[in-house]
Structures are given as structure tokens and as C-alpha cells.
Nanobody, 118 residues
Framework: QVQLVESGGGLVQPGGSLRLSCAAS????????MSWYRQGPGKDRELVAS????????NYAASVKGRFTISRDNAKSKVYLQMNSLKPEDTDVYYC???????????WGQGTQVTVSS
């Protein structure tokens, strides 16, 4: 069955870094664009970063551009989000998402909590 399993979340001080990982299984990873979204209590889920299926196209939310970097390893079926210079407003649950490039079907992970606080 399809699985997207996020890891790497936790508590970090402002200005610190975290690296999120998402391990995918149960589908052909190379035919899916991968994204990271985040959502906080009472807020809509927002796109943080996305990357095309071959890794050639990336897109970032304005609020994280220059601080976050998305990457993927198709050989390992993994996608990563390197988060630097973290701010308290980055505190959210972060979700990994996979979108089929042919039919736009989307899978979601269960999410990992990121808390930025001193």
C-alpha cells in the first residue's frame, strides 16, 4: 500500500535548523511531483515547497524562500526539506505530499510537528 512517512520534526530554537525526511513506498516515486505543506491550528494547509518528478523544477512559498531547500533522491524514494534560520512562525505540522504527474492524484503523509521556540 502507499505510504508517505515523515520524520525529522521536533523542537528547535529560533535561528536553528531541522531537516525533514519523507520516505515513500507503494508507488512509482519517479512519476510523482513531491511537496511539503504545513498547517497550524485553525489555519489552512499551505504549500511550503515543491519539486518536479525529476528534480528540475522547484517552487517555494515567499515566507520560506532563501531559508528552506527541498530535494529528492529518486533512487531512495525520499524527499527532504532542509529548514534553516527557523522562526517561531514556522511552527506547524509539516506534511509530505506526492502528486501523480499524469492524473494529479495526490497522497499525503501523516505529518510531523515542527516547533520553533526558545
Amino acid at each position: 500500500q502507499v505510504q508517505l512517512v515523515e520524520s525529522g520534526g521536533g523542537l528547535v530554537q529560533p535561528g536553528g535548523s531541522l531537516r525533514l525526511s519523507c520516505a515513500a513506498s507503494g508507488f512509482t516515486f519517479s512519476t510523482y511531483a513531491m511537496s511539503w505543506y504545513r498547517q497550524g491550528p485553525g489555519k489552512d494547509r499551505e504549500l511550503v515547497a515543491s519539486m518536479g518528478n525529476t528534480g528540475g523544477i522547484t517552487n517555494y512559498a515567499a515566507s520560506v524562500k532563501g531559508r528552506f531547500t527541498i530535494s529528492r533522491d529518486n533512487a531512495k524514494s525520499k524527499v527532504y526539506l532542509q529548514m534553516n534560520s527557523l522562526k517561531p512562525e514556522d511552527t506547524d505540522v509539516y506534511y509530505c505530499s506526492a502528486r501523480n504527474i499524469y492524473n494529479n492524484y495526490r497522497y499525503w503523509g501523516q505529518g510531523t510537528q515542527v516547533t520553533v521556540s526558545s
